[in-house]
């Protein structure tokens, strides 16, 4: 039965009160289909034909029994209701400072790249009592990220990023599954999630050994909550960005042909069309591969599309940069 259980164990802040919904639908459900069939039953043998029972004065109506069938439900559809609501807007609202982890799903195989640089293949080390954010997206179709320890699970689509937050409670290795299914090898596309506490945590980030950034420093692997220009993660970032030649017309200073991006993660942006967008990294990744999807007021619809030229990988390390240029962390 160990590796089989009846129950995935409680390893996340919100695993306990996603179960606790879950057991009061159970017992609602079994109440009702298990009571119900043998009043239904019951009635049906008492008032057969054959049998003989008063039959001449028939209730046509009767106001209080209508308005206990009808207040006693609604008052229990609006409890699951507002319970449902009120947990789905914890489990959906990430905190404001959470440590984030970029997940590239592909057919068959999760990857991973944490702010260090540091990558792992179908394996996801967070420490615990850390909120810890994945920033996701696929290379192909859809895919499902799914810890059921955690009790969290969301789709993984082309073309966008989606975002899971948990924060583990307990050490320990936990199932990790692929929920959407995404072709012949989908039951293959599992790993595991290993919740370590943070000391074990910053140790396993710094092995197999210390990462060289590009001024020749040593990054000892800390965990970063708040992404900093020296993550090797955003420094591979800002390579691309040269390399690309974007700061020809994305000025730090700003008067370039296109905005600065100083600052510009998490900021609201006005567009020419007179709406507002937030500068999340859906937005970055949208504008990156579909640059006149939304235009920034005051510029020209000129930059070109990068679809089909940078891989997902080159991408998350590009949002890691502008995100690095935000005056305040995420
Ligand atoms: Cu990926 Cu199923």
Redesign the pocket.
């Known amino acids: 039965m160990r590796d089989f259980p009846l129950f995935p164990d409680q390893a996340s802040t919100v695993a306990t009160q996603v179960d606790q919904l879950y057991f009061f639908l159970v017992a609602l459900s079994l109440i009702f289909a298990g009571v119900l069939p043998f009043v239904i039953l019951y009635l049906i043998v008492r008032y057969h034909r054959s049998q003989e029972v008063d039959r001449s004065n028939p209730v046509n109506s009767n106001l209080k029994l209508e308005l206990t069938w009808t207040i006693i439900p609604l008052i229990l559809v609006m409890l699951v209701f507002f319970w449902g609501a009120f947990l789905y807007v914890q489990i959906r609202t990430p905190p404001m400072r959470t440590l984030d982890v970029y997940v590239i ?1 592909k ?2 195989m999760w990857h991973v790249q944490h702010p260090n640089g540091k990558r792992e293949n179908n394996e996801l080390h967070v420490p615990i009592g850390q909120p810890v954010k994945l920033i996701m997206t696929s290379q192909d ?1 859809i ?2 990220f799914y810890i059921p320890a955690f009790r969290v699970k969301q789709d993984v689509l082309p073309g966008r990023y989606t975002v899971m937050w948990f924060q583990a409670t307990k050490p320990g290795e936990y199932h990790l599954f ?6 012949t090898e ?1 039951s293959l ?1 599992i790993g595991r999630v290993v919740a370590l506490p943070l000391a074990d945590y910053e140790r396993w980030l710094a092995t197999p050994g210390p990462v060289i950034l590009p001024d020749g420093s040593i990054d000892t692997g800390r965990p970063t909550v708040v992404a900093s220009p020296g993550d090797p993660m955003a420094a591979a970032g800002a390579q691309l960005f040269t390399n690309l030649g974007c700061a020809g017309c994305h000025a730090m200073a700003g008067g370039g042909v296109g905005p600065s991006l100083k600052g510009l993660y998490g900021a609201t942006e006005k567009l020419n069309d007179g709406s507002t967008v937030t500068a999340d990294e859906n937005y970055l990744h949208e504008s990156i591969l579909n640059p006149n999807a939304k235009i920034v007021a005051g510029y020209a619809p000129v930059m070109p599309s990068y679809q089909g030229q940078i891989s997902e990988d080159q991408l998350n390390q590009l949002i890691a940069y502008i995100k690095s240029l935000a005056d305040t962390g995420n």
Request: proline letters at 0%; glycine letters at 14%.
């Open positions: 799903g057919q068959w179709v895919h499902s692929c929920a959407e299914y995404c072709g989908h596309m």
